[in-house]
């Protein structure tokens, strides 16, 4: 009697196990069996601001016979959920801020790296990538590269999507005005016809930090880059150019020589030399060096590990392998002054910093408004990025406007003079306000579907591929984007190193997305 | 009188455990809610390693235990260290004090705004019940209950500051304006250093943002006020004050609308609590540099020590307020007590 009731638990344990086992490879939740195959059943989630593209997305889906449902997310739950293996189909985004796929198809797709949210991995994609990555000759790379995109392109691992063009716009006062791929807001170049302070009203809520160490946020460094520089920036379409070095040499495929430009002042009157600049580099390297606390802009420079001072005017930077991207990053970490932040501390220096851009800080809270004026002893900034001298406009000003309604409304009262951020329903009519000027730039951020590799039904490459097909992204794009958004092939952006652009986006071909889920043995419309 | 200052001082040290229960309560929750702070702050930043992400956790401690760490942060607590803000590595209290002032002001405002408006259209409502300004008002204040504040206040900047050029869109201040630092309050500091030109500026600033979050307060006070109005006019003391021959404007304040602010009182009371959490969305909209939007943010970025040193600011708030209704109780009806 005792022996059956212990035999029967065990059989119902048993029992369990083997139904939640069929429940974690998808046959009991995702696809009820049926006679004549399976209905796929989908559950695709998204943010709030991508609810609409995911509601179209599942109603194409739901035209070839799939079940499909939207369901709308905080991103940290979702993300964690997806990283969890949990989560079947989800709209997610990456941003690359290297002009390479370095930081964008690498930790997105390569197996286990911290961006696969997808569980992709195929060792063919993870060998191109990292031969991209080893070494610095362009052609090497840029083969390495196509190969990585033909592989992504056949397996799928998403429903590749799109990019956005940013929109931007300022008042007709304002000259010589281009908004950057890397959203700097370069004040030194800008002129006004009228008036001498410029106004930016800023998309965000707040600046994270006035250190230029101490953030890891794009519209903070936006900020701070028109009070700091660095030895490179950028042009607004994203060539590196010298900006405090005069010119840079390669002696090894793991070492960089730099020549600092001669006379360049910070905003307290110290002279810049190799000293600032090895200090400036210390301080993002070296643990706990910022008042006890790390910097989070370590990872910028790759395997960077010393920089030494050769001469008063020239730094060495050696890198632990050879680092392609290395200029890229070194865009954006700036020269900050080692006499004043050693005198005052890291902590005074937040509170007001010194740098020796083209503009010094005046004032200002970093969740209201951040206020500088034109530092007359600026060296002229980048020769590529002309005109040199000191910046033209008397004072500038960054206001934190997170409602686009308000931003816009405030750039037409003429309160501010540049506003990052138009939303496409928005610049249509802006467009026709003769006080406006409206400006769009290729965006460097990826919006996909992700699917879960790992797991059934998406860990068939048909059912993947199928799931590109069903798609119809130029009517989505055209409806919700108004022709600012542009079609993917892949995970690879054109402004990105290694673009291959004979690669077409997959066309939206229903007819084939119903026969590569027929071959995969589901039921279709 | 004394009494009362015992129990004042007992209700005030009661806050303390309070503050604490509130403390432990968020520091739970918070580490419930999926996602994690460093991931979000650097997880999806270029060229950022599985060692970056490790070694940020371990700077700030988050590889630890719970326990261990909510040890950490009430020992913490109990020297006045409310640690720092993580994305931004700024001390919290720093990040609260700088946001308060303004939320404060804004609160405020808010506040003076519904009263200034609400009491005298629910006492002439409720005199003149069924009368056309009854009704228009209660119509006007069922419209300000439904109204959501993004929608007014956007409404607010297209007609005040894109056509009629009256009033600034966004923003506390402008840039060259600001007073002298005393309270932190620009108008309060304007008026005590007698800078005029500051004082118009804060307040032409103050106008759309406090009006917007003040019209839901308003709506909800008149109605209230014109309600006890109502029930107080019909009872028998204020039947006596008239058959005494007081004059009937006497009536009506003295009598009347003393004994219907009580409730009054317990209402606005409660609405302080909307006007100090719930300016999140007017704060957003007109760049309002306060507290309301600083937890959001917190909260999204899960910056653990700034949402937790928030939410107990908040905490004491509504016990403060809730203190002072009391106080405001026995004032008014001298037969209660604390």
Not at chain 1, 229 to 258: C, H, M, Q
Not at chain 1, 505 to 520: I, T, V
């Amino acid at each position: 009697m005792r022996a059956s009731l212990v035999r029967g638990k065990v059989s119902l344990v048993a029992g369990a196990v083997v139904a939640l086992a069929l429940l974690s490879m998808g046959f009991l939740s995702g696809a009820p069996l049926k006679a004549a195959g399976k209905t796929l059943t989908v559950v695709i989630d998204a943010e709030a601001n991508r609810a609409d593209e995911a509601e179209a997305i599942a109603a194409d889906l739901r035209a070839i016979g799939v079940q499909a449902d939207a369901r709308i997310w905080e991103w940290s739950a979702l993300k964690d959920s997806a990283v969890k293996g949990e989560r079947q189909m989800y709209l997610t985004d990456w941003g690359s801020a290297y002009f390479d796929p370095f930081d964008l198809a690498l930790p997105k797709l390569r197996t286990g790296d911290r961006g696969n949210y997808s569980h992709y991995s195929n060792p063919a994609f993870d060998r191109a990538v990292d031969k991209a990555l080893t070494t610095i000759d362009p052609e090497v790379r840029r083969k390495a590269y196509y190969e990585a995109q033909s592989i992504l392109y056949e397996d799928a691992p998403w429903i590749f999507g799109y990019y956005l063009s940013e929109t931007e716009a300022a008042r007709a006062e304002v000259q010589n005005w281009q908004p950057a791929m890397d959203s700097r807001i370069n004040l030194h170049d800008v002129g006004l016809t009228r008036g001498d302070t410029i106004v930016v009203g800023m998309k965000t809520d707040k600046a994270v930090s006035l250190d230029p160490a101490m953030h890891r946020e794009r519209d903070t460094e936006t900020v701070l880059r028109n009070m700091f520089d660095g030895l490179v920036t950028r042009t607004w379409d994203g060539k590196v150019v010298p900006e405090i070095a005069e010119s840079w040499t390669t002696p090894a495929d793991n070492v960089y020589v730099f020549k600092i430009r001669k006379g360049i002042k910070f905003h307290s009157g110290e002279a810049l030399d190799a000293d600032d600049v090895v200090y400036s580099f210390e301080r993002v390297l070296k643990e706990g060096a910022i008042g006890g606390r790390s910097s989070p802009r370590k990872g910028l420079l790759g395997p960077l590990e010393k920089v030494e001072k050769v001469d008063q005017y020239t730094v060495r930077f050696t890198l632990a392998s050879p680092f392609p991207v290395f200029l890229q990053g070194l865009v954006h970490i700036q020269v900050v002054p080692k006499d004043y932040i050693q005198k005052v501390g890291d902590d005074e220096f937040a509170r007001k910093p010194v740098g020796c851009g083209p503009f010094k800080f005046v004032g200002g809270r970093l969740d209201d408004q951040i206020v500088m004026e034109r530092f007359d002893d600026y060296y002229g900034g980048s020769p590529d990025l002309p005109p040199m001298g000191p910046a033209k406009v008397k004072r500038a000003i960054f206001r934190m406007m997170p409602d686009p309604t308000v931003r816009i409304a405030a750039l037409k009262a003429g309160e501010v003079q540049i506003v990052q951020q138009v939303p496409p329903d928005i610049a249509a009519s802006l467009k026709r306000d003769k006080n406006v000027q409206v400006k769009s730039v290729e965006g460097t951020r990826v919006y996909c579907v992700e699917l879960n590799c790992a797991k059934p039904p998406f860990n068939d490459a048909r059912v993947r591929r199928a799931m590109n097909y069903a798609v119809n992204w130029d009517r989505i794009l055209e409806t919700i984007y108004g022709g600012t958004a542009t079609h993917l092939a892949t995970a690879f952006l054109p402004s990105g190193f290694g673009f291959n652009p004979d690669l077409k986006p997959y066309p939206y071909d229903p007819a084939r997305a119903k026969e590569l889920l027929k071959e995969a043995g589901y039921s279709v419309k | 009188m004394r009494r009362t200052h015992v129990q004042i001082l007992e209700r005030v040290l009661a806050t303390i455990p309070i503050a604490l229960g509130v403390a432990i309560a968020v520091f739970i929750f918070m580490r419930l809610m999926p996602g994690d702070p460093v991931d979000i702050m650097i997880g999806e930043a270029g060229g950022v390693t599985q060692e970056d992400i490790h070694a940020l956790k371990t700077e700030l401690g988050l590889d630890q235990s719970l326990p261990v760490q909510l040890g950490r942060y009430l020992a913490g607590l109990v020297r006045g260290d409310l640690g720092y803000s993580i994305p931004s590595s700024r001390p919290v209290a720093v990040v609260i004090l700088e946001a308060l002032p303004a939320t404060m002001e804004l609160a405020l405002c808010s506040l003076l705004f519904a009263l200034v408006i609400a009491v005298p259209i629910g006492v002439v409502s409720a005199v003149r019940q069924r009368s056309f300004i009854d009704r228009t008002s209660m119509a006007a204040s069922f419209l300000g209950i439904s109204m959501p504040a993004f929608w007014l206040g956007i409404l607010g900047i297209i007609v005040f500051s894109l056509h009629l050029r009256w009033l600034p869109t966004s923003g506390r201040i402008t840039y060259g304006f600001e007073p002298a630092t005393i309270t932190g309050l620009f108008t309060v500091d304007a008026l005590l250093t007698g800078n005029m030109p500051a004082l118009w500026d804060a307040l032409k600033h103050l106008a759309l943002p406090a009006a917007t979050l003040g019209a839901g307060v308003a709506a909800v006070v008149a109605r209230v006020v014109r309600s006890s109005m109502l029930e107080v006019l019909r009872a028998d003391y204020v039947l006596f004050a008239r058959a005494k021959g007081v004059v009937e404007r006497a009536v009506t304040i003295r009598h009347a609308l003393r004994n219907a602010l009580i409730p009054t009182v317990t209402v606005v009371g409660l609405q302080v609590g909307t006007l100090l959490g719930g300016n999140m969305i007017v704060e957003s909209i007109f760049g309002w540099p306060g507290l309301g939007r600083v937890v959001v943010d917190a909260i999204f970025s899960r910056d653990y020590p700034l949402v937790q040193a928030a939410v107990m600011v908040y905490a004491l708030t509504f016990v403060v307020v809730n203190l002072a209704t009391d106080v405001l109780y026995t004032y008014l009806n001298p037969k209660m007590t604390l």
